[in-house]
């Protein structure tokens, strides 16, 4: 018997080690936000009765992500024991929260609007989800062979722009909004997960940061100061959201809502191929920081656990969540995730996410996710080599672009108007370039894979795979799956033209470019540290 199947058959890791629980603490609340959030939007957006949230898709929401959770968990210990490790850190994974703004805001409430039929809103969300799952399913086949000869600073680089984008300002904005909770707790994780130092016989720095929380929101309260929203009223209202409510089967409500599905399409097929470029960025993540998955039964995983949860009456499609690494860090290995799993049962089948509500300031658990975007983002510039460091920058540029886009989106609708309404020409003369905008972040993910992939192999003077994937950015610009605002045939033909015209450049530079100096060696492979110092220099 080889060593390695001698390893396998007899090392056991262990289930559950001292990390998980500063792990089980930062997943968790990550979690619980996620659910807090999506628990407001079904409630005081679209409106939804009591009895379809806590009765029917919160018990859903909470089976996809106990199995989806507890299947990770598995992948990491089947992983543990193939390597004989004991490092090995589980995926994490949840409802994909830019998808749930979508669902919400793109899917549900423009069939609210039309039918003022909360049921219906839910059904066209149920629809969705499987269509979507399906697209996942198929695209984890895809998948290894795209990540196999696409550069790991496209992929992190791309992660990266959403990690401090859609990850971190949102939560930022609100710690800075009330400083007092926000920042405070910000700073006791910092000085935990960054700078080493223990709480209380190592109490995890995620619930010393929520104690804090809640005892500057409610020592304001105690003195009539409305601080982080903390109210008995809250308390009491939440007291009758109590009981026992397990999902039922919702195979007939996502069959209706195929009536919509001219609305469902034109969403749910390229945000069902953002989930697959999205999940394959984070795999590489997690293969940065030592623990290789294969990606193929994660993608397909996802597609899986997606349509259990919406036969079952969960309208948010499930997705690996970037920020393995920094669980890992944090010394989560598979345990957190299978707890963070039974937590989710608890809090959804019992109706305890009303009461949560009430309790924990969520400006006390921001900090958390801005953590998570700090370490995502550093990790594309820390396990790609430095040279490539411009490819990253470039990465980031689509998902900046689709931010600023959506925040000015959000308010102008505030405003009861839109960017089409006023005019591109106004806005533009007001210094907002939105045409601009809105073309560079469609398709954010894939369009900062694509631009990042040219980048590193002009790096590298490998000008047929840079001509390559200038060729992939016409073939998807024309059908509009990045740089547009919907599937179809000429969408964007200028923009495909000139990532045609470069990939003709670049086919030349391959056969004819001449060179006058080499390709730039990395500074540590020219006997410099990582800080551009002499390796052999003292202090």
């Known amino acids: ?280 960025d984070n795999v590489e993540s997690a293969s940065a920081a030592g623990d290789a998955f294969p990606t193929t039964r994660v993608l397909t995983a996802d597609g899986v656990i997606s349509l259990i949860g919406c036969l079952m009456g969960n309208p948010f499609i499930n997705a690996v969540y970037i920020g393995h690494p920094g669980w890992k860090a944090m010394g989560g290995r598979m345990g957190y995730s299978a707890a963070t799993g039974v937590m989710v049962l608890v809090l959804t089948w019992l109706g305890v996410i009303a009461l949560m509500m009430a309790l924990i300031p969520v400006v006390a658990i921001l900090p958390i996710l801005l953590y998570i975007g700090m370490l995502i983002g550093a990790q594309a510039f820390q396990e790609t080599p430095r040279r490539h460091a411009p490819a990253i920058v470039l990465a980031l540029v689509p998902q900046i672009a689709a931010w600023g886009k959506t925040q000015i989106d959000i308010a102008l609708g505030v405003a009861g108007t839109s960017a089409h309404a006023l005019g591109f020409d106004k806005l533009a003369g007001a210094g907002v370039l939105y045409d601009g905008l809105e073309t560079l972040g469609g398709g954010a993910t894939l369009a900062g894979v694509v631009l990042g992939s040219i980048t590193v192999f002009i790096i590298e003077r490998e000008f047929n795979k840079a001509a390559a994937f200038a060729l992939a950015g016409t073939v998807l610009t024309f059908f509009g799956f990045i740089h547009g605002e919907a599937i179809g045939i000429g969408q964007s033909p200028a923009v495909a033209l000139s990532y045609l015209l470069v990939a003709g450049l670049l086919f030349y530079c391959a056969r004819y470019a001449t060179f006058s100096e080499p390709v730039p060696e990395p500074k540590h492979e020219r006997g410099l540290d990582p800080h551009g110092m002499p390796a052999d220099a003292t202090a």
């Not at 696409?150 to 949102?170: D, E, N, V, Y």
């Not at 007092?180 to 006791?188: L, Q, R, S």
Request: aromatic share 12%; net charge positive.
């Open 1 to 280: 018997m080889s060593a390695a199947a001698s390893t396998t058959t007899t090392f056991r890791p262990t289930l559950w080690v001292r990390g998980d629980w500063n792990a089980f603490f930062g997943f968790g609340t990550n979690i619980l936000v996620n659910l807090l959030v999506l628990t407001g939007l079904l409630r005081f957006v679209l409106k939804m009765p009591d009895s379809l949230v806590f009765g029917r898709i919160l018990p859903a929401t909470g089976l996809m992500l106990f199995l989806s959770t507890m299947y990770y968990a598995w992948l990491a210990y089947r992983l543990a024991r193939r390597t004989g490790r004991s490092d090995v850190c589980a995926l994490p994974s949840g409802i994909s929260v830019p998808h749930m703004f979508v669902v919400v805001f793109v899917i549900m409430m423009p069939i609210l609007g039309r039918t003022h039929d909360p049921v219906q809103a839910w059904e066209a969300g149920l629809t969705w989800v499987f269509v979507q799952s399906f697209v996942l399913m198929a695209g984890g086949f895809v998948a290894p062979v795209i990540r196999r000869i696409t550069p790991r600073a496209a992929l992190l680089g791309s992660l990266a722009g959403i990690s401090i984008t859609f990850i971190s300002m949102r939560p930022a904005a609100q710690m800075i909004a009330t400083p007092v909770i926000g920042v405070v707790c910000f700073a006791v994780i910092l000085a935990n997960w960054f700078g080493g130092v223990r709480y209380f016989r190592g109490v995890p720095a995620g619930l010393v940061a929520i104690a804090v929380g809640v005892v500057i929101g409610w020592g304001a309260s105690a003195f009539g100061v409305d601080y982080g929203g903390m109210s008995l009223g809250h308390i009491s209202a939440a007291l009758g959201s109590f009981g026992f409510e397990v999902p039922l089967p919702a195979v007939g409500h996502v069959f209706s809502g195929f009536k919509f599905l001219g609305v469902i399409l034109v969403t749910a097929i390229p945000f069902g191929i953002y989930d697959l470029v999205e999940a394959m």
